[in-house]
C-alpha cells in the first residue's frame, strides 16, 4: 500500500530556508505526479509545486524562483527546497501522488490527488 511521509518543517525566520522531503513507500504505477500543496488556516489549498516521473515540473506563481522542487528515485524520496521564505509561506505543506496530473491542475476546483501525506507545518516569521 502507497503511504508518503513528510519531514522537514519548522520553523524560520523570513528569508531563510527549508527542505522538505516526502518518503513514498512504494509505487506500483508506471506513472506518477509528485508534488507539493500547502493549506493556510482560512485560507483556500494551493499547488505549490509538481514534477513527473520525466523529471518536468510546474510551480505555483507564488514560489516561483524560490522554491525547487527534485526527486531521487532510488531512494524513493521527492524533495521541496525553499529559499527566501516569506511570512505568507506559513502553512501546512501536504505531500501528492498521482497518477494523473489531474489533481494539480484542478487543486483549487476541490480536486484530490489519490495519496497524499499528513502534512508537516511551515511557519516563517518576520
Known amino acids: 500500500q502507497v503511504h508518503l511521509v513528510e519531514s522537514g518543517g519548522g520553523s524560520v525566520q523570513s528569508g531563510g530556508s527549508l527542505r522538505l522531503s516526502c518518503a513514498v513507500s512504494?509505487?506500483?504505477?508506471?506513472?506518477?505526479?509528485m508534488g507539493w500543496f500547502r493549506q493556510a488556516p482560512g485560507k483556500e489549498r494551493e499547488g505549490v509545486a509538481v514534477?513527473?516521473?520525466?523529471?518536468?515540473?510546474s510551480y505555483g506563481d507564488s514560489v516561483k524562483g524560490r522554491f525547487t522542487i527534485s526527486q531521487d528515485k532510488s531512494k524513493n524520496t521527492m524533495y521541496l527546497q525553499m529559499d527566501n521564505l516569506k511570512p505568507d509561506d506559513t502553512a501546512m505543506y501536504y505531500c501528492?501522488?498521482?497518477?494523473?496530473?489531474?489533481?494539480?491542475?484542478?487543486?483549487?476546483?476541490?480536486?484530490?490527488?489519490?495519496?497524499r501525506g499528513q502534512g508537516t507545518l511551515v511557519t516563517v516569521s518576520s
Open positions: 514534477i513527473g516521473s520525466d523529471g518536468t515540473t
Open positions: 512504494e509505487w506500483p504505477y508506471s506513472a506518477v505526479y
Open positions: 501528492a501522488a498521482d497518477i494523473s496530473i489531474s489533481w494539480w491542475l484542478h487543486l483549487q476546483q476541490g480536486a484530490v490527488p489519490r495519496f
